[in-house]
C-alpha cells in the first residue's frame, strides 16, 4: 500500500454519502490521550519518543478495524507526502510540520487515524461521510477501550485525561462536523452564524487549506469544552440542537436565494460555470470557490427541486436526467474538491510542479471533468 | 512570513489571485484578514487565550512566593514561564504543581468547569469510578434545574442519595 493508492480517488468520509450529506459532508471525532509516566511530547527526548512510538505503534497495529492499516513514519517521509495526508485530513498540520520521531496508522478506507507524538502522545480520530456522529462516538470508544487495555494512560479523577493543553482536559473529545454552508455566505447570514456558534462555545475553522474561510464555503464546527461534560451530552447536543439548527438555517438561506434573490443566486452558478469550464490557470481557493456553487446548485434541484435559468444550464452541464446522476455529480464535483488540490495534483502528477504549473493543471483536469478541452 | 497590512503581526492566511495570467499571493495576519473582509472571525484561537489570561496573572514568584528553582517541576524540569512561550505543559504531574495559576485558565477554557465528567479508563479504582459517577449526576442536576425538568431532577437526587448510603462513601 503505498500513498499513490490513495490519491487517485477520494476518501471515503467525502463521497457524498451519508445522512443530510448534502450540508454535513462528514464528521469525525478525535480523542487526545498521553502515557502515564512520561513527560508530554514536547518535553520528550528523542529516546523517549522513539519508544513511545514503538509501543503505540505496535497498539494500534493489532487492532481489528475490519480494514488493512498502514504505517507512515510521518519525520521520514517527504515534505510532498506529509502535505497530501494532511489535505486529506488523515493527519493534523500540526503533526506534518512537527518535529522528531512520529508517525501515523491509517486504515486503508481511511475512516481511522491514529497520530503518535503529535501535541500528545496519541491522538485517535474516525471520520465518516454525513451526519453520522453517534456511529463515529460508538467506534472510536471501542478503539480507546482496546488500547487503553494495552496501555496505561495519563489520568486523574479531578481533570480525567490529561493532556499536554489544558483546553483538551477532560474527555480530551473534540467533535467536530464538516458543512458545506454556500447560501449563508451568499445571503450575508454567514456573520450570524459564527456570532450565534461562538455563544455556543463552538469553534469554527475554514478548511481545506488554512484562513480559507471565505473562499471555500466549508466550515468545520467543533466543541471547546471538554472538561466538565460527557462524551455523550456533547454528542447528544451536536445531534439534537447544534447540526439541526445550522442546517434550517441554510436551507432557509437557500430558500431565500430562490425567491428574491434569484438574480444573486444566478448569477453565482453562472459564472462558476463559465469560469471553471474555461479558465486556463486558477488557484487552488478559486476554485474551490467555485466549484461549491456548483455544488449548491445541484443540491439545491435534488432537494428542492429548484429550477432557474442558471440551474437548468447546470444539470445539463452534468447531464442529470435520473436522479441517480446528481449523486454522480456530487461525487464528480466532491473529488474535484479534493483531487485539485496542490500536494493531490503533485502526486498524481508523479513530480513536484511550481505554482503557476499546478494552476495551469488544475484548470485544465476541471476543464475536461466539465466535458471542455 | 509578516503581515502584509499591518506589517506587525505574522501572516497566517495566504490567498492566491490570479488576474489576466498573473499570479499575485497576499499574506494577511487573521486580524488585518478580518477587517479586509477576507476570513470569517473564528472562535478565540487558544493562543489569544492563554495571552490575554497570563498577561492579566502576576508572575509566578508573585504567584506563589517561590523562588524560580523553587517553580520548576522535578519531573521534567518544565517552568510555568515556558508555558507561556509554548502552550502546553511539560508532564502530567505540572497539573499538580502548578494547579494554583492554572486553575483560572482552566476554569475558561471549560465554560467554568473544572471537574472530570464522561469516559474513566477501566483500570482506575472503583472508588474513583464512583466518585465520578457523582460529579456525573450533580452535572446532569444542575442541568436539568437549569432546562426546569424537576421530574428528571428529582431522579437525580434520589440516584445520588442512593449512591451515598448504598456504597461506603469515599473521601472526596
Ligand atoms: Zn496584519
Ligand atoms: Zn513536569
Known amino acids: 500500500m503505498k500513498l499513490t493508492d490513495f490519491s487517485k480517488d477520494i476518501n471515503e468520509w467525502l463521497s457524498g454519502s451519508g445522512p443530510m450529506s448534502d450540508i454535513v459532508i462528514s464528521s469525525r471525532i478525535r480523542l487526545a490521550r498521553n502515557l502515564a509516566g512520561h513527560s508530554f511530547v514536547s518535553r520528550c527526548s528523542v529516546e523517549e519518543k522513539t519508544e513511545i512510538l514503538s509501543q503505540l505503534k505496535e497498539t494500534l497495529m493489532s487492532i481489528d478495524l475490519g480494514d488493512k492499516l498502514i504505517y507512515v513514519s510521518v519525520d521520514e517521509t517527504s515534505d510532498l507526502s506529509r502535505d497530501f495526508l494532511v489535505e486529506r485530513h488523515l493527519i493534523s498540520r500540526h503533526h506534518a510540520m512537527g518535529k522528531g520521531p512520529r508517525g501515523a496508522v491509517i486504515a486503508c478506507r481511511e475512516f481511522f487515524t491514529g497520530m503518535i507524538n503529535e501535541e500528545d502522545h496519541l491522538r485517535i480520530q474516525v471520520l465518516k461521510p454525513g451526519c453520522q456522529l453517534s456511529e463515529c462516538a460508538k467506534l472510536i470508544n471501542r478503539i480507546d477501550d482496546e488500547i487503553e487495555s494495552k496501555v496505561e494512560y495519563a489520568f486523574c479523577s479531578q481533570y480525567g485525561y490529561l493532556t499536554a493543553c489544558p483546553t483538551n482536559l477532560g474527555s480530551g473529545i473534540r467533535t467536530s462536523v464538516m458543512l458545506h454552508l454556500p447560501a449563508l455566505k451568499m445571503t450575508g447570514h454567514i456573520d450570524k452564524f459564527l456570532a450565534a456558534a461562538k455563544d455556543l462555545n463552538l469553534a469554527v475553522r475554514g478548511l481545506f487549506g488554512e484562513g480559507t474561510e471565505a473562499v471555500s464555503d466549508l466550515y468545520q464546527v467543533s466543541n471547546q469544552v471538554t472538561l466538565g461534560v460527557s462524551e455523550a451530552s456533547i454528542i447528544d447536543d451536536f445531534e439534537k440542537r447544534v447540526i439541526p439548527e445550522i442546517v434550517d438555517y441554510e436551507i432557509s438561506a437557500r430558500k431565500t436565494l430562490l425567491g428574491d434573490q434569484v438574480n444573486t443566486l444566478d448569477d453565482k452558478i453562472s459564472r462558476a460555470m463559465a469560469l471553471l469550464q474555461n479558465a486556463h490557470l486558477i488557484s487552488s481557493q478559486e476554485a474551490l470557490f467555485l466549484l461549491s456553487h456548483l455544488r449548491l446548485g445541484i443540491n439545491m434541484q435534488k432537494y428542492l427541486g429548484a429550477s432557474t435559468p442558471a440551474i437548468d444550464k447546470l444539470t445539463a452541464l452534468f447531464k442529470i436526467e435520473a436522479p441517480e446522476d446528481r449523486d454522480v455529480s456530487i461525487t464528480k464535483i466532491n473529488r474535484l474538491f479534493m483531487l485539485t488540490l496542490p500536494a493531490h495534483l503533485q502526486i498524481n502528477h508523479g513530480k513536484s510542479l511550481d505554482p503557476s504549473n499546478r494552476d495551469a493543471l488544475r484548470a485544465k483536469i476541471i476543464r475536461s471533468a466539465l466535458g471542455q478541452n | ?172
Do not use: W
Open chain 2, 1 to 172: 512570513m509578516q503581515c502584509q497590512i499591518c506589517s506587525k503581526k505574522t501572516a497566517t492566511i495566504h490567498l492566491t489571485e490570479i488576474t489576466n495570467g498573473v499570479r499575485t499571493e497576499f499574506h494577511f495576519c487573521e486580524q488585518c484578514a478580518v477587517q479586509q473582509g477576507i476570513a470569517a472571525k473564528s472562535q478565540i484561537s487558544v493562543n489569544e487565550l492563554l495571552g490575554n489570561l497570563l498577561a492579566s496573572q502576576p508572575t509566578d514568584d508573585e504567584l506563589t512566593g517561590l523562588t524560580e528553582s523553587e517553580t520548576t517541576c522535578p519531573q521534567c524540569g518544565f517552568q510555568l514561564s515556558q508555558f507561556r512561550k509554548e502552550g502546553v505543559l511539560g508532564c502530567p504531574n505540572d497539573y499538580v504543581l502548578f494547579e494554583k495559576a492554572l486553575l483560572p485558565l482552566i476554569e475558561q477554557a471549560h465554560n467554568g468547569k473544572t471537574r472530570h465528567c464522561g469516559k474513566v479508563p477501566a483500570r482506575v479504582p472503583q472508588d474513583v469510578k464512583n466518585q465520578i459517577a457523582r460529579a456525573n449526576l450533580k452535572e446532569q442536576l444542575k442541568s436539568a434545574v437549569k432546562l426546569e425538568d424537576y421530574e428528571r431532577a428529582a431522579q437525580l437526587r434520589d440516584k445520588l442519595k442512593q449512591m451515598a448510603t448504598g456504597k461506603k462513601p469515599s473521601v472526596s
